[in-house]
């Protein structure tokens, strides 16, 4: 099965800081503007591009090739393709799995997802992890480097945006069994569907709400626990969130978060957070829980952080798991409710399974009650 990828076209790709690049267009002609990222996974390209997370920023696949097992419908983790821009070194004009419903070049086509290949991402990435993150644009349209700069000039910085709400759900959804015991109310940032896969596949029943519905709204489900999801932007911002989360732990009911789910619950105590130099993304990143000892390969995507110090200090939070590489902190729970978070993503799509313990134990808060 194949389809030809039309390289007629050359694009550019213009960082901040005046690193330039050209290379052949990818998806839809036109011209996409974001915070460049990189990934360290070597497979599961679609969920990836399909994260709520990734909203606001261009993507670098550090795989050198992509797309051999095209694209289908089932494996996406939300509506559309979620990022704003994608960078690779290759991609295939081919694809190899019969259930396939397009080579990847027609899916971004059709999601209007405008892209470069050709380029030499592991350079690319290795100066992105000595530069750290920043703003970059790349277009098919326009190959200019003075006209892409007066563009990539008005982008806003990704300190300081408010995005969750943008991508969240606009209307309130359930799934899972209506008779379960155990009802979570989740408040969608920016939520994957396999996370609502992990709970309904054990047993419970979800009520889905939009980003900025209140607590008393929420309560009105007579939830036994409640979910805070991942999601994109800066969460020092989302003063709603913060004050949501707060009204939830005061509650006294389980608490559950997520990525964005877990830096409103640090802020929500006075734990400050803060932009990452390059963030973690990726299939690959070893975390250790601090409790049982045991490590963990986990799937990561994430350009903010807790700071650790003022977690370490913290007289109501203690800290669960922390990252290998490079110390950040990766899990907390309050010492004094049933609340706790991950920053990084236990329901690993893609990725291992190391981490799905974590939905048990949500699940053993809620027969607690």
């Known amino acids: 099965m194949s389809n030809s990828i039309n390289h007629h076209f050359t694009a550019a790709l213009l960082l901040q800081d005046g690193t330039f690049y050209t290379g052949k267009a990818l998806g839809k002609r036109g011209t996409s503007t974001g915070e460049i990222c990189f990934n360290t996974g070597m497979t599961g390209y679609q969920e990836v591009f399909t994260d709520p997370s990734y909203a606001g920023q261009t993507l670098i696949m550090n795989n050198c090739y992509i797309g051999n097992y095209g694209a289908r419908r089932e494996d996406m983790e939300s509506d559309s393709i979620k990022i704003s821009g994608l960078i690779c070194k290759n991609i295939s004009d081919q694809y190899y ?129 409640y979910f805070v999801s991942n999601g994109p932007g800066d969460p020092a911002v989302m003063d709603y969130g913060i004050q949501t989360v707060k009204k939830i732990q005061d509650s006294g009911k389980p608490f559950f978060g997520i990525c964005l789910g877990h830096q409103l619950l640090a802020l929500a105590n006075g734990i400050p957070t803060f932009k990452m130099h390059h963030g973690h993304r990726g299939l690959n990143h070893p975390v250790k829980n601090v409790v049982t000892g045991k490590s963990e390969i986990t799937t990561q995507n994430h350009g903010f952080g807790i700071d650790p110090e003022a977690t370490k200090r913290s007289d109501v939070l203690e800290i669960t798991h922390v990252n290998l590489n490079d110390g950040s902190i990766e899990g907390i729970r309050l010492k004094n409710r049933p609340a706790f978070s991950v920053q990084y993503h236990p329901e690993s799509t893609p990725g291992p399974y190391d981490s799905r313990y974590l939905f048990d134990e949500f699940m053993n808060m809620l027969k607690m009650q």
């Open 97 to 225: 799995r019969p259930m396939a419903d397009d080579s990847l070049n027609d899916y971004l086509t059709k999601n209007n997802l405008t892209g470069i290949s050709d380029v030499d991402t592991r350079a690319l990435v290795t100066h992105i992890r000595s530069k750290g993150s920043m703003n970059c644009i790349i277009s098919s349209e326009v190959t200019d480097k003075a006209q892409l700069q007066a563009e990539l000039d008005k982008v806003p910085s990704m300190e300081g945006l408010e995005l969750s709400s943008k991508v969240s759900t606009k209307q309130l959804y359930q799934a899972g069994n209506p008779e379960s015991p155990y009802r979570i109310a989740v408040l969608d940032l920016g939520i994957k569907k396999n996370i609502l896969h992990c709970f309904v596949e054990r047993g419970a029943f979800l009520q889905v709400y939009p980003a900025k519905t209140t607590f008393e709204e929420m309560e009105k489900f007579n939830p036994q626990g």
